[in-house]
């Protein structure tokens, strides 16, 4: 089901006293917001941001997941274990995962069907890189991480669309560049997973929010550094 969802990725951002303090901050400029709203925060602070958000309209997420219920698997954390401090949501596949860490279609989809299994609302990442969009392949790029990410998963799933060459450059796709591509997207995900939730992000900001959200195709946002400024992360998530 479609639904208009704006998720902050604090990224490695935030010590606890600065979580604290933006929630503060955060809570009275959203209490009356008509979307979701989820904060994908640290390991270290979900636990802090959930008692935080208890009786509020703010979701708390996990910026991964383990595939594994437990064991020998050093720096992983479980679906379990981010359930256990008050994540719902998990984001899957980042493309700094992927770049930096070595995730692959494969990882992902083993722990998107994990994420399932134990109950957490995934948020699952695809996007080209500007070599590849400038090569003609950002349909087969997508189509391959959609195909091979989702394979075997049922349940409820939000994709985000994240163009590689606009996170963190201060570059964006043109709202309508953005919406044709998303478009695509929905097209190789339905039926896979039915319809469902596709967020725009690249760069998403106070500034450009509103001009993407206004796209028929984008039905929110996955918001990096805007979502560390609660001022501007609330005017997002008061986009109409």
Same mark, same amino acid.
């Given at each position: 089901?479609?639904?208009?969802?704006?998720?902050?990725?604090?990224?490695?951002?935030?010590?606890?006293?600065?979580?604290?303090?933006? *929630?503060?901050?955060?809570?009275?400029?959203?209490?009356?917001?008509? @979307?979701?709203?989820?904060? @994908?925060?640290?390991?270290?602070?979900?636990?802090? %941001?959930?008692?935080?958000?208890?009786?509020?309209?703010?979701?708390?997420?996990?910026?991964?997941?383990?595939? &594994?219920?437990?064991?020998? #698997?050093?720096?992983?954390?479980?679906?379990? *274990?981010?359930?256990?401090?008050?994540?719902?949501? @998990?984001?899957?596949?980042?493309?700094?995962?992927? &770049?930096? #860490?070595?995730?692959?279609?494969?990882? %992902?989809?083993?722990?998107?069907?994990?994420?399932?299994?134990?109950?957490?609302?995934?948020? %699952?990442?695809?996007?080209?890189?500007?070599?590849?969009?400038?090569?003609?392949?950002?349909?087969?790029?997508?189509?391959?991480?959609?195909?091979?990410?989702?394979?075997?998963?049922?349940?409820?799933?939000?994709?985000?669309?994240?163009?590689?060459?606009?996170?963190?450059?201060?570059?964006?796709?043109?709202?309508?560049?953005?919406?044709?591509?998303?478009?695509?997207?929905?097209?190789?995900?339905?039926?896979?997973?039915?319809?469902?939730?596709?967020?725009?992000?690249?760069? *998403?900001?106070?500034?450009?929010?509103?001009?993407?959200?206004? *796209?028929?195709?984008?039905?929110?946002?996955?918001?990096?550094?805007?979502?560390?400024?609660? &001022?501007?992360?609330?005017?997002?998530?008061? @986009?109409?």
């Amino acid at each position: 089901m479609r639904r208009r969802i704006i998720a902050g990725n604090w990224k490695m951002n935030m010590l606890k006293s600065e979580a604290k303090q933006f *929630m503060v901050e955060l809570i009275p400029l959203v209490k009356d917001a008509k @979307c979701e709203i989820v904060l @994908c925060t640290p390991y270290t602070d979900i636990h802090r %941001v959930y008692k935080l958000s208890l009786g509020t309209n703010i979701g708390v997420g996990a910026q991964n997941v383990s595939w &594994a219920d437990k064991g020998a #698997f050093t720096g992983e954390i479980s679906a379990d *274990m981010l359930k256990e401090v008050g994540a719902s949501y @998990c984001i899957i596949g980042h493309s700094e995962r992927r &770049a930096y #860490f070595g995730e692959t279609d494969e990882s %992902v989809n083993k722990r998107l069907l994990q994420a399932l299994k134990c109950g957490l609302k995934p948020i %699952v990442c695809v996007g080209e890189t500007l070599d590849e969009r400038e090569g003609g392949l950002t349909e087969k790029t997508l189509a391959r991480q959609l195909t091979e990410g989702l394979k075997g998963a049922e349940g409820d799933i939000i994709i985000a669309y994240e163009p590689v060459w606009a996170i963190g450059t201060g570059r964006t796709a043109t709202p309508e560049t953005a919406n044709e591509t998303i478009a695509f997207i929905r097209k190789i995900v339905t039926p896979l997973i039915g319809e469902t939730s596709i967020l725009y992000g690249g760069s *998403m900001n106070a500034a450009n929010a509103q001009s993407l959200l206004d *796209m028929s195709e984008i039905d929110g946002g996955l918001i990096g550094g805007a979502s560390l400024k609660s &001022a501007d992360f609330s005017i997002i998530v008061h @986009c109409k």
